[in-house]
C-alpha cells in the first residue's frame, strides 16, 4: 500500500513546489479554470495507483508463495 501512497505524496510535493510534473500541472489547470485538464489529471493519478496496487499485489504474491493465504479477512 505504501507505493501507491508514496506516488501520491510525490505529486502533491510537486503540486506545492515544483516546476514540473503532474502536481505542478494540475496546480497550473486549476489556476487557469481548465476543469476537463484537472479531472483528466486526477482520473490519471488514480489510474496510475489503482496500477501500482496491482502491479506490486502480484508481485508480492510471487515472492511470498510460501505464506499460506489469510481466509478470514484478518
Request: proline share 1%.
Amino acid at each position: 500500500m505504501a507505493v501507491g501512497f508514496a506516488f501520491t505524496g510525490a505529486v502533491v510535493g510537486e503540486f506545492v513546489a515544483s516546476s514540473r510534473g503532474l502536481g505542478y500541472l494540475l496546480s497550473f489547470a486549476q489556476s487557469t479554470y481548465n476543469a476537463r485538464l484537472s479531472l483528466a489529471l486526477i482520473t490519471l493519478i488514480v489510474l496510475f495507483v489503482l496500477f501500482l496496487f496491482f502491479l506490486f499485489g502480484k508481485l508480492e504474491d510471487r515472492l511470498l508463495r510460501w505464506r499460506p493465504r489469510n481466509q478470514g479477512g484478518f
